[in-house]
C-alpha cells in the first residue's frame, strides 16, 4: 500500500522483485521476472528484503533454503514480512517454505509459512519424480502452462482461504492465498512468463500500480 518505506525506488510500472537468493534457480527467475516486467533483486540480507515490493522463492532444496534463511537471520524477517502481506511466489521449494504444515519434514527443516496448507514434499514419487504435463491455471490466460515438475510437492490439503489455481491429477499444484502464490511446478524453467506476469501484476496491485 502506498506509504510504505522503499529504498530501492523501481521505475514506474516496474516493481522491484526481490529473488531469494540463498539457493536453487535464482538466475531462471530472474530472467522470468524482467520479462514479465518486473525489476527483478537478488535478496540475501534482512535489509534488502525490506526494499522490494515482492519476492520469489526458488526451486531448489527446501532444507537447505530454510537452514540458510535461519543462518543468514532471514527467517523471522522473512515470517514478519509474509504475515505483513509482502506478495510472495514460491516455486518448488518455494511451495514448501510458503506451507504452514511439512508433512514429512525433513529434521531441522522449518517454513516461512503463509498459505494455510499441508504440502507433500517429493509427492509424485519415484516412478515419476520429474516430468512434463498441461496444466491449466486459473487467472492464466490462453492456452495451458507447461508443467515442469522436478521432484515436486503437492498440497495434501487447504484450508477455506486458499484458492485452488490448479490441480494435476486432483492434487492441488498452484494456489493462492491474499498475497501468496505457489506453484508445484517452474514456470521460470519453460520461457513462458505468464505466471510471472500474473504475480507481477499481484505485486503491482498492492504496491500502488507501480505509481510511485
Ligand atoms: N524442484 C524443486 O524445487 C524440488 C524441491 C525438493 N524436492 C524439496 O523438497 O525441496
Known amino acids: 500500500m502506498a506509504g510504505e518505506p522503499l529504498t530501492g ?10 529473488v531469494l537468493a540463498l539457493q536453487g534457480d535464482v538466475r531462471e527467475h530472474t530472467a522470468a521476472l524482467t520479462a ?3 525489476r527483478p533483486v537478488p535478496v540475501r540480507t534482512p535489509e534488502e ?3 522490494v515490493d515482492g519476492l520469489v522463492l526458488p526451486g531448489g532444496e527446501s532444507t537447505t533454503i530454510s ?8 527467517l523471522e524477517p522473512l515470517r514478519a514480512a509474509v504475515a505483513d502481506g ?4 514460491g516455486t518448488c521449494a518455494g511451495m514448501i517454505l510458503l506451507a504452514d504444515k511439512i508433512l514429512d519434514p525433513r529434521a531441522g527443516q522449518e517454513t516461512i509459512g503463509g498459505i494455510d496448507m499441508i504440502v507433500r514434499r517429493n509427492a509424485f514419487g519415484r516412478q515419476n519424480e520429474s516430468f512434463e504435463a498441461p496444466v491449466p491455471v ?5 492456452p495451458p502452462v507447461d508443467g515442469v515438475f522436478i521432484r515436486a510437492p503437492w498440497a495434501e490439503s487447504t484450508d477455506a482461504g486458499v484458492e485452488v489455481l490448479a490441480t494435476y491429477e486432483g492434487r492441488p499444484v498452484a494456489v493462492r492465498q491474499g498475497t501468496a502464490l505457489a506453484t508445484a511446478f517452474h514456470p521460470e524453467l ?9 504475480f507481477t501484476a499481484m505485486v503491482r496491485a498492492r504496491s500502488g500500480g507501480g505509481s510511485r
Open 67 to 74: 537452514k540458510l534463511a535461519r543462518l543468514f537471520g532471514l
Open 190 to 198: 519453460t520461457g513462458d512468463h505468464r505466471v510471472h506476469a500474473l
Open 9 to 18: 525506488a523501481a521505475p514506474a510500472g516496474e516493481p522491484l522483485i526481490g
Open 86 to 89: 509482502l506478495p510472495v511466489y
Open 49 to 51: 528484503l525490506a526494499a
Open 138 to 142: 486459473a487467472g492464466v490466460g490462453g
Open 36 to 38: 514479465a516486467g518486473a
